[in-house]
């Protein structure tokens, strides 16, 4: 494995290369260096159909290349003969487009209790991706001073993309709360929203922290990104035009919004 990780380590920036030791290490681990030449096609779809359950697709995408390089390299080197890897691809773990939540779904995830400040926060994190669809990048980057309680509007994203936001009342009172608990935690630190290092919570931090609350709803696959384009789902329902959600969600992608539309058009042909 040392020799196949110094070329990588000679191909990829060194963040790569360091998810990609960590990622064969890990894979080597769970079957034991020597059995890795004997094991089956079956095999190794059943360690990543496991990996999956718990990973985002874009890891199981790195684990997978990693793993069919390093077999790559193994039969060249070890004259294995036929690669076991050479069928096996991510898409074949996860449902093909995206996995979208329906309303009571969405309904179930966020009136679900959690305790503590954690709790209240995250909650408070939800009630606002799902009431404005703000990506979560915009939400975790949002400060104090963002929120207008005055008018229940939020301001978020930056420069140019800058936008003011509506909010009902209910989300307006979650945030100000979470406005005073950060004044409370770290009154030096502007965030909103603040991780258990009383800095401001990170987007992988809140990615982590949703998947599992999702998993204790019993919900295997969501995501910031879930959230989004389901709510986009939502409004497309209830009547709202592309330009009223473009104005509503900023960047959402035109890829989404098609995707969207033709799932809509399809329910009004089986409705028919």
Not at 175 to 201: H, M, P, W, Y
Not at 211 to 226: M, N, T, V, W, Y
């Amino acid at each position: 494995m040392e020799g196949f990780l110094k070329i990588i380590e000679k191909e990829k920036k060194k963040n790569t290369f360091i998810s990609y030791q960590r990622d064969l290490q890990a894979f080597c681990g769970h079957f034991g260096k020597a059995r890795i030449p004997l094991l089956t096609k079956e095999e190794l779809r059943e360690y990543f159909s496991q990996l999956s359950r718990h990973t985002s697709q874009n890891s199981l995408n790195r684990v997978i290349s990693v793993v069919r390089r390093y077999y790559a390299y193994r039969c060249r080197r070890d004259h294995l003969g036929e690669n076991p890897m050479d069928e096996i691809r991510a898409s074949q773990f996860y449902p093909q487009g995206p996995v979208l939540l329906s309303e009571e779904d969405l309904d179930i995830l966020l009136h679900s209790e959690f305790p503590g400040l954690r709790g209240k926060r995250d909650e408070a994190i939800l009630f606002l991706l799902c009431e404005t669809g703000m990506k979560a990048s915009e939400v975790v980057a949002l400060n104090r001073e963002d929120l207008i309680p005055s008018e229940n509007a939020v301001l978020c994203g930056a420069a140019q993309k800058r936008r003011r936001i509506s909010v009902s009342s209910e989300v307006m009172k979650r945030l100000r709360d979470c406005a005073v608990l950060s004044e409370i935690q770290n009154s030096g630190e502007e965030a909103l929203f603040l991780g258990n290092t009383g800095k401001r919570l990170t987007r992988q931090g809140f990615w982590k922290n949703l998947k599992d609350r999702a998993l204790r709803c019993g919900f295997e696959h969501c995501s910031p990104q879930i959230l989004r384009d389901s709510f986009a789902k939502k409004m497309l329902s209830q009547g709202k035009s592309r330009e009223e959600l473009r104005l509503l969600l900023g960047t959402l992608g035109d890829a989404t919004l098609r995707m969207l539309e033709k799932q809509k058009k399809e329910i009004k042909q089986w409705e028919c």
